[in-house]
């Protein structure tokens, strides 16, 4: 709609002209804004949702029509109303139709299917009672002959083995000499269990016992311990007062003692125990009688020795806990992942070096005596070549790992691998760069996500952010909105990239073809549009323009290059210079 040819007849205030000209633009941002570029006359409840809120407008300006046009925006909204009510019923009627076309079938099928069923059954009955006649017959045939046995039994005293005892071979076990030493070796390994019984194993009560006095030992040590840090802060406090009299007394020129006790008491009152802080005590004394000092060692060789038996018995599981709450974590290294690794027979389904790197995860604390870089990179791996995704997520997202940037290049190379967790894995590697400041790949991660407008929130946000990061995540997840997204407005901030500066650093490479449609886009998009988006290019220059120019030309692209070409030297102080017969290069006027 014109406004100035049509709308003047009917709107003759200026007011009323003004405010037609707003309510138009209104309605083209929103439609812009909703990106509603089909034709006018589909249907659209976007559409019908901007125009309601014009006619809105409408209504609120034109104050002395309100009630005729309330009147007949309402018939409007009940029409539309009823419009939908009819096509939910339609729609629900087709699909009664729909399944009562298909009832006859669906029911001869069903038919068809009790009547297989009906067979099956019928063989399934016969044959489990042949089945139960073959085993009434055996159960009969076997009863018989155990009570024929059972009069020769009992005659027969001296009974002959029927089977090879364990650890002897078939001709030891008739030897009765064999016999008795295998008798006195059990006799000894009987003994030996029962000596270790009493000397190297206690009743479970005890060890509860020993649990509630670790318990009230703990809570007293603490009681103690607050009690001892409130006799340091007493002490410290009163050596400083004697202190500062003392050197009040020895002063010349002597404040009043009121004053000055004054003044001394407030510092007094802001102080605070630290952990140096220590009188009377001579450490180098006590360090000998100390069990943690003394017995440190030994206790590290018991650990790690117990470590070793538990993973020559093969109790991996248990190993690998023992290994995560290893004191000073001397066994929480690469070297103890390494030896997990190396087997390769197990039982249960986590292997051994997943169950170690689980182990560490769970015994620490979030953010906190976290795995190394190698360490966690090394899990993750081995995490996902089993596929547990799962695990990767947890440890990911409750901070169990150290986040480094190659962790994240990793999960996002499992996710290339297998398209069923892509998402969760650019997602769990976006969590991971930003948490190691990688804020390209970040970006990269969002938008191949398609969460495009988090994206560029977080690019705009970010100052460190670089045009060479922008050709990053254009480069890795390439499409023709993306780049339109770049050289456009974000809540009226500039363009991060300009058409010219991304088609020719895009020359010569894959994305070749990318550029030139975009080009194509805008020369389609209306006359001027091209012109403007060369003119207003302020990152690309003329002769740039001009080798995309000659580049389109090389790559079939003959009316967009020759299109370029006629905007450039249509500018003033612009020439042709004709080098060689195909190509051609624009030379801008220096103005002085």
């Known amino acids: 709609m014109d406004v100035e040819d049509e709308d003047v007849a009917l709107f003759r205030t200026s007011s009323d002209i003004n405010f037609l000209k707003s309510l138009h633009e209104f309605i083209s941002s929103e439609k812009e804004r909703l990106r509603l570029r089909g034709p006018a006359g589909a249907p659209d409840e976007r559409r019908y949702a901007v125009y309601s809120a014009a006619f809105d407008k409408v209504i609120d300006y034109a104050t002395a029509y309100e009630p005729i046009l309330t009147a007949i925006k309402k018939e409007y909204d009940e029409f539309i109303a009823a419009v939908k009510t009819n096509d939910r019923k339609a729609k629900l009627a087709r699909g009664k139709l729909k399944a009562l076309v298909t009832q006859p079938t669906s029911l001869m099928y069903c038919q068809k299917r009790a009547a297989q069923l009906q067979e099956r059954i019928a063989v399934i009955q016969r044959d489990t009672a042949e089945v139960q006649a073959k085993t009434n017959r055996l159960q009969d045939c076997r009863k018989n002959r155990r009570d024929s046995q059972q009069p020769e039994a009992l005659d027969d005293q001296a009974q002959i083995p029927v089977g090879q005892i364990p650890g002897l071979k078939f001709e030891e076990s ?43 030992t703990l809570n007293q040590r603490d009681e103690l311990g607050l009690e001892n840090n409130k006799l340091q802060l007493r002490c410290k406090q009163l050596t400083f007062l004697n202190e500062a009299i003392s050197s009040w007394e020895k002063s010349a020129s002597r404040p009043p003692l009121l004053e000055f006790l004054d003044s001394e008491l407030e510092r007094i009152s802001e102080m605070k125990v630290c952990k140096t802080d220590s009188y009377g005590i001579n450490k180098d004394v006590f360090e000998e009688d100390d069990p943690c000092k003394v017995r440190e060692s030994e206790l590290l060789m018991d650990y790690i020795e117990r470590f070793s038996d538990l993973f020559e018995a093969g109790e991996y599981e248990a190993a690998a806990y023992h290994a995560a709450k290893s004191p000073h974590g001397v066994l929480r290294n690469m070297e103890t992942m390494e030896q997990f690794k190396s087997v390769t027979m197990f039982e249960g389904e986590l292997p051994p ?153 895009l020359l010569k490479s894959d994305l070749e073809d990318l550029a030139f449609q975009l080009l194509q886009k805008i020369y389609a998009g209306g006359q001027g549009a091209l012109e403007k988006t060369i003119l207003n290019d302020v990152m690309c220059s003329t002769e740039s323009w001009s080798e995309i120019a000659t580049r389109c030309e090389q790559r079939g692209w003959h009316q967009l290059a020759q299109k370029i070409i006629s905007i450039l030297l249509s500018q003033p102080g612009a020439v042709c210079l004709s080098q060689e017969q195909d190509s051609v290069e624009l030379m801008e006027h220096v103005f002085m």
């Not at 016992?209 to 009230?216: A, C, G, N, Q, R």
Request: glycine share 6%; hydrophobic share 40%.
């Open 174 to 216: 008739l030897n009765p000499e064999a016999l008795d030493e295998h008798l006195k070796f059990f006799k000894q390994k009987r003994a030996d269990l029962l000596s270790k019984k009493k000397s190297q194993y206690v009743p479970a009560q005890v060890k509860r016992e020993l649990v509630i006095e670790m318990k009230s």
């Open 353 to 505: 070096a997943l169950l170690f790197f689980q182990a560490l995860t769970i015994s620490v604390q979030p953010g906190k005596h976290l795995p190394g870089e190698v360490l966690s990179l090394e899990g993750v791996r081995c995490a996902l070549q089993h596929g547990y995704i799962q695990l990767v997520t947890f440890w990911v997202t409750q901070h169990r790992l150290t986040y480094i940037e190659e962790l994240g290049d990793v999960i996002c190379s499992h996710g290339a691998e297998d398209p069923r967790v892509a998402d969760t894995c650019l997602a769990l590697a976006h969590i991971v760069y930003t948490a190691c400041g990688v804020l390209r790949k970040a970006a990269l991660s969002m938008c191949r996500r398609g969460l495009t407008s988090g994206a560029f929130e977080l690019i705009y946000k970010s100052r460190d952010f670089t045009v060479e990061d922008c050709m990053f995540v254009l480069r890795g997840c390439p499409s023709l909105d993306l780049m339109q997204d770049f050289t456009q407005l974000y809540e009226g901030k500039p363009a991060l990239l300009s058409v010219g500066f991304i088609c020719h650093s």
